[in-house]
């Protein structure tokens, strides 16, 4: 089915279903529903078959850990937790799968697109059937009696998918507000001691850093509280006292950065045992515990998740935030476990929606920073998040692992289009083995490119002090070319290859992956160059890929 018989069909099966809309002049849809016109807490926009089984597809996930990509009849997952399989889902029982936000498939000459350009108070959800079918719906979970106008919904169409998703961000970027911040750069102690930091070695990692003047920010990851949920009870890990490593850093000429879930609590936590009546419940107006719905969690799991429609609720993670911003002077937030901010099936004392609990919270978030904090979103719903946070995680956690690493470049490759609304978070830089993480050069070379490649944040995961030379200038390649404003990328249509221009530098640097395990990859090499790393010559000619490397070159424009 051609984009414009899709187009003909999409806007009959609204009459149809006597759907009252109207159209921008970006030709987005705006619908008007009402409350009986939802079933079972879907508003069906559309369905049907448009396609043949084996056409190509793309779709996004609701969190960061889930991307739709093959073909109708051979579903493939990028990440490693779809949105519609174990664990996030409990018992699937849809032969379908599922995609959210966007739905890309393409007919015999270009790619069609039917996206939703907001997510304000519901979730736009797409069926994908192997005959060629679709559903399109949007997820109503708490709708009022008069009515509703739904999400903004668009169809677009065009020969080059990469093109097509940057105007479809595009579009999404003008209904929001988007804060132009400095690149955070840093180091993040996640991934060097996983939950067992201490006052010793935040110390031991500041004094590394403190003649690196690239690196701006020391994250405090996980660990550094009692339970989850008890932001304020700090751990026998800093006996001195958070206030007093709080100085050090600062001191030091260095910003602070603190991780937090702010959604969850765990049932050990004070804020849990004390005040249940803060949290979202199930049928039966019980705390809904997170694992009886969807992933429990990964650490003092199950978590209970905070009802927002709540003003004492409101009130508690404010009074956090202002605790780290004002006494503390943290400037940037790494908001984690968001996702279960927004879950399905969750009851809300204020008769809200999933969206609308999650957006609200946010919110409360950026008000009690009073533009003084840097907002991150981790393991969050990406489209709900859309205006309310600086920076989105787009991958799944770094791994010193090949499939890990493999699994994180493709998915910066599918979510590229993304830069234009927040900065791009690709997680961590590693580039030293731990005992129980090993891996080689030629694969953290990958995840260097990678890094490159997504103009994100810069943040090393090792132990700074064991950084050679080489580590240190690779980290300070990247925070310098991630920080320039004049970037522009070309993504290449086998979305293996990509150019970077850096007109106000002067120089153009190449990409090129290749992520397979046994084929070789036979490039052109235009002309004489270097490798951006190392500075080794790249002559001119046929320049063969091994498996499992990339290369990244630089020459001047």
């Not at 399109?136 to 093109?163: F, G, S, W, Y």
């Not at 045992?273 to 515990?289: A, G, R």
Request: charged share 30%; glycine share 6%.
């Amino acid at each position: 089915m051609t984009y414009q018989e899709f187009k003909t069909v999409f806007e009959k099966s609204l009459k149809e279903r006597k759907l009252d809309y109207r159209k921008s002049s970006r030709s987005e849809y705006l619908i008007k529903f009402h409350k009986d016109d939802v079933i079972n807490g879907d508003l069906i926009l559309f369905e049907g078959r448009i396609a043949n089984g084996e056409s190509k597809i793309f779709s996004e996930g609701f969190q960061m850990l889930s991307i739709v990509t093959g073909t109708f009849n051979n579903v493939a997952n990028v990440s490693r937790c779809p949105d519609d399989r174990e664990p996030y889902v409990k018992k699937v029982v849809k032969e379908s799968r599922e995609g959210y936000n966007l739905f890309m498939y393409k007919d015999l000459y270009e790619w069609c697109l039917v996206g939703f350009t907001t997510c304000t108070s519901y979730i736009g959800r797409f069926e994908i059937f192997s005959d060629g079918s679709i559903k399109v719906v949007l997820e109503c979970d708490t709708v009022k009696n008069e009515p509703m106008k739904a999400e903004r919904v668009i169809l677009m169409h065009h020969a080059d998918q990469n093109e097509l998703l940057n105007e479809f961000s595009e579009v999404c970027a003008s209904h929001i507000k988007i804060r132009k911040m400095p690149l955070p750069t840093g180091w993040c102690s996640w991934y060097c001691y996983y939950e067992n930091i201490s006052e010793d070695l935040i110390f031991k990692n500041l004094n590394a850093l403190t003649d690196k003047e690239y690196l701006d920010y020391v994250m405090i990851d996980d660990g550094y509280q009692t339970h989850m949920g008890d932001w304020l009870n700090f751990s026998d890990k800093f006996p001195h006292g958070f206030e007093n490593l709080s100085k050090s850093i600062l001191k030091a000429g260095k910003k602070i950065a603190l991780w937090m879930a702010p959604f969850i609590a765990s049932s050990q936590s004070e804020l849990f045992i004390s005040h249940p009546e803060y949290f979202v419940t199930d049928e039966n107006s019980k705390p809904l515990c997170s694992e009886s719905i969807t992933y429990g969690g990964w650490r003092e799991e199950p978590w209970y998740m905070l009802d927002f429609s709540q003003q004492e609720v409101c009130d508690y993670i404010e009074k956090v935030i202002r605790f780290f911003t004002d006494k503390m002077k943290v400037s940037a937030f790494k908001l984690d476990a968001c996702y279960w901010g927004c879950v399905k099936g969750s009851h809300y004392k204020g008769g809200i929606s999933r969206v609308e609990n999650y957006r609200r919270g946010l919110e409360v978030i950026r008000k009690a920073c009073r533009g003084k904090a840097y907002i991150l979103g981790c393991n969050a719903p990406m489209w709900p998040s859309l205006g309310l946070v600086d920076a989105m995680r787009i991958t799944d956690d770094i791994i010193r692992d090949r499939s890990r690493i493999r699994e994180l470049t493709n998915q910066v490759i599918k979510r590229l289009y993304m830069n234009r609304l927040f900065t791009l978070d690709p997680d961590c830089l590693v580039q030293k083995d731990l005992p129980y993480q090993k891996t080689n050069t030629d694969e953290y070379e990958v995840l260097q490119a990678m890094i490159l490649l997504s103009g994100g944040s810069v943040h090393s995961g090792d132990v700074i002090e064991e950084l050679d030379s080489h580590d240190l200038e690779v980290l300070k390649t990247l925070c310098h070319l991630n920080s320039e404003k004049s970037r522009e990328v070309t993504l290449g249509e086998d979305q293996r290859s990509a150019i970077i221009k850096y007109p106000e530098l002067n120089k153009l640097v190449r990409v090129y992956f290749n992520l397979s395990d046994t084929e070789f990859i036979r490039l052109d090499i235009e002309k004489d160059c270097n490798k951006l790393f190392n500075g080794e010559k790249v002559l001119k000619g046929e320049y063969v890929l091994w498996p499992f490397r990339a290369l990244t070159t630089v020459e001047n424009l």
